[in-house]
């Protein structure tokens, strides 16, 4: 089965803080992304890489970077948290490659307040 | 571009009874489509998928959704519902070609004894 690790399941943080999120998959697989969920919203894309060292932004990039050194392990990082960035964080990896759309196989989710 | 409605946010079924969550899509070409739940605290679990062929697709736990081309659907169905089925659901639509998937908003599944 494919696994998905977070960090951390809670995480609790003050204003101005740099904050690290890391994800690690087992499957080898190219691509990973990083989602924010928030109730009456969805999911909502905020950065995806589909190699080492590559990445696009999704939908809501502003307030967070990424790092991706090696496969198997995505970070999210939140250069100084500000208490709108208090959320659910969802990291997910897929197969694939550029071809195209696959399942994604999700990790458990990081519960982030901002204080 | 891409997107999904989830015109249910919240549904409230007896346990036994049929259920049916609806997904509608918006996508020029034959879509990618997914249903994945969502356990409180949990990340999401995929329920089943469609990529081409037979548009009924059987998944996990019971569930089955169908791919209707003409209304841009794909509803999850289950014929009867248990009390561990309470979670979130949530639909999905993706292409060929593009590694990202469009997630709607859910919608949360409560089921009464």
């Known amino acids: 089965d494919v696994k998905v690790t977070q960090s951390s399941r809670y995480l609790v943080k003050r204003t101005g803080e740099k904050v690290f999120l890391e994800c690690v998959q087992d499957?080898?697989?190219?691509?990973m992304f990083w989602y924010r969920q928030d109730p009456g919203l969805g999911l909502r894309l905020i950065y995806f890489?589909?190699?080492?060292?590559?990445?696009e932004k999704g939908d809501i990039p502003e307030g967070y970077s990424v790092s991706r050194e090696k496969k198997e392990r995505f970070s999210l990082i939140l250069e100084s948290a500000s208490t709108n960035q208090t959320s659910m964080y969802l990291c997910?990896?897929?197969?694939?490659?550029?071809?195209?759309?696959?399942?994604?196989?999700f990790g458990p989710g990081t519960r982030l307040t901002v204080l | 571009a891409q997107s999904v409605t989830q015109p249910d946010i919240h549904i409230t079924v007896s346990e036994g009874a049929s259920l049916e969550l609806r997904c509608n899509y918006s996508?020029?070409?034959?879509?990618?489509l997914f249903w994945y739940v969502q356990s409180p605290g949990q990340g999401l679990q995929l329920l089943l998928k469609?990529?081409?062929?037979?548009?009924l697709v059987q998944g996990i736990k019971g569930f089955e959704a169908e791919f209707k081309r003409s209304q841009s659907s794909f509803n999850l169905r289950k014929p009867s519902v248990h009390w561990s089925d309470a979670a979130e659901y949530f639909c999905?639509?993706?292409?060929?070609?593009?590694?990202?998937?469009?997630f709607g908003t859910g919608t949360r599944l409560t089921i009464i004894p």
């Open positions: 469609y990529f081409s062929g037979d548009t």
């Open positions: 999905a639509v993706g292409a060929f070609g593009n590694e990202k998937l469009t």
């Open positions: 997910a990896s897929s197969g694939g490659g550029r071809a195209g759309a696959d399942t994604q196989y």
């Open positions: 499957m080898d697989h190219e691509n």
């Open positions: 890489s589909y190699d080492v060292k590559m990445k």
């Open positions: 996508y020029g070409a034959t879509p990618y």
